[in-house]
């Protein structure tokens, strides 16, 4: 596995790459959401590409960013063993400029939801991705539906700037009692864990819902509600996959969307149904 840590050397190293590329950017502390990301991305591509870098400019004022866990070498060990041809692993001085050109998300699917919670998160993670797709110009780029708003603005941004990648959408993968895979649980405590718990319940009593033919959103919003009671609610929202909320669960065209504050822990999940 080659390991590169500036744009302008990968960029070279990728210059006469003639078979495809298939490219994974993560934030590292890596887990097993993340090897999902990159297995699929060497079963499609001939040469697969991992990014680690940990962006500051999605990350607002009072944000975790100081302390986000850092696994470096945990990290690079897993990419070696995953198959990674080749691991970037960048500096902030070296991906952005003290006059910087950005991204500006759009002004209402990049503001609502995780974009209301977080107002400019959205910038910051277009401005990086377009970065760092410019910089490997991968065949495909795999991202997780766990952050499916993220992933919708990818997909928008990539369509409306006309760009030459296709992206693809990954599963959630969870642990075994349904918590959704993040580098943020590290965060939590035992009772913490527990309480998270909470929000695939939440999610597997929607779908349930959905399966007795209850597809009014405001019942299934009320009903995860209930559920996830006291747990400190930031958004739950049923929306199309355009990102537009709905009042009836449309089969195949719905994803319904959680993000609870856990101990200070921001926690997102979704279904897709
Ligand atoms: P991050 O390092 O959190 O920025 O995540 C990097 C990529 O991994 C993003 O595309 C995420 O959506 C994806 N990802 C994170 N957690 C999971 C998970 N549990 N299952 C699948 N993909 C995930």
Known sequence: MKIISTPFELKEYLKNETQTVGFVPTMGALHEGHRALILRAKEENEVVVVSIFLNPTQFLKGEDLDKYPKKD????????LSGVDVLFLPQAEDMYGNDEVSLLAPK??????E????????????????????IVNPTRAYFGKKDAQQLNLITLMVKQLFMNVIIVAVDTVREKDGLALSSRNAYLNAQE???ALKIATSL???TAMVMRGVLDANAIVENMREILSPLQISYVAIVNREFVQISRVELGNT????????GGTRLLDNIWL
């Open 73 to 80: 070498e945990a990290d690079k060990l897993i990419c070696k």
């Open 108 to 113: 209402v699917r990049g503001y609502i939801l």
């Open 115 to 134: 974009g209301e919670s977080r107002p400019g998160h959205f910038n910051g993670v277009l401005t990086v991705v377009m970065k760092l797709l410019n």
């Open 193 to 195: 864990r527990q309480e």
């Open 204 to 206: 597997r009593s929607a």
């Open 255 to 262: 994803i319904i969307l959680v993000e609870v504050v856990v």
